[in-house]
Each structure stands twice: as C-alpha cells, then as structure tokens.
C-alpha cells in the first residue's frame, strides 16, 4: 500500500521554476513506476512525466513539458521530484502524484497524491 503526499506548488511568474516533491510510504520505493500527471481548470487529467519503477531511471515525458521538466528520486527519503523549469501560463493545473507497482506508470496509476496546485502567472 502505497501513501503519496504532495507539496511545492505555488504562483510563480512565466519563465520560473518550481520544485515539486512527492513523499511516498514504504521502504519500496523504487519498485515503483512514478510520476506527474496535471489537471487545469475545466481540463481532463493528463500525463506530464513518469519514471520506471524497480530503480529505474528511464524517464517518460509528455511533449508539452520535455526540455522543461525533469523528474528524479530521492531513495534516501522516498520521495520523487518534479523540477519544472522554463513554466507556462499553460502549464497551471494541480500537479498530482502517481504510482504503480509495475514497471510503467499508467494511464489510471493504482496510487494517487493529494494534489498541490502550480500557477504560473504571465
């Protein structure tokens, strides 16, 4: 069973950065696949970026954020990280927390975060 709490959202101006973290239960971590995924207001909940699970480091990411966004781990303190780089008006949406106990993260992850909320204001 797998806990995820979110934090690091906030307003910051086009162009900024945030960095976001996601504090996960468990001493599995990294068994793991993880991730982002993002809903803006009167949007659909779509797929940002996601890492492999069993330690891996291989990374996925949506068109939208690649070149911006990188995600990491932290086994150390269990907790995976969304640095967002270069931020959009667009990319304003709750940021939410995935995982799932396979390899890949999927479209419907079995674990969800909170939710932390990320505005970017132009």
């Known amino acids: 069973q797998v806990q995820l709490v979110e934090s690091g959202g906030g307003l910051v101006q086009a162009g900024g950065s945030l960095r976001l973290s996601c504090a996960a239960s468990?001493?599995?971590?990294?068994?793991?696949?993880m991730g982002w995924f993002r809903q803006a207001p009167g949007k659909e909940r779509e797929f940002v970026i996601g890492?492999?699970?069993?330690?891996?480091?291989?990374?996925t990411y949506a068109d939208s954020v690649k070149g911006r966004f990188t995600v990491s781990r932290d086994y150390t303190k269990n907790t995976l990280y969304l640095q967002m780089n270069s931020l959009k008006p667009e990319d304003t949406a709750v940021y939410y927390c995935?995982?799932?106990?396979?390899?890949?993260?999927?479209?419907?992850?079995?674990?969800w975060g909170q939710g932390t909320q990320v505005t970017v204001s132009s």
């Open positions: 468990g001493r599995t971590f990294g068994a793991y696949a």
């Open positions: 890492i492999r699970g069993s330690f891996g480091s291989t990374t």
């Open positions: 995935a995982a799932d106990p396979g390899m890949q993260l999927t479209t419907t992850p079995d674990y």
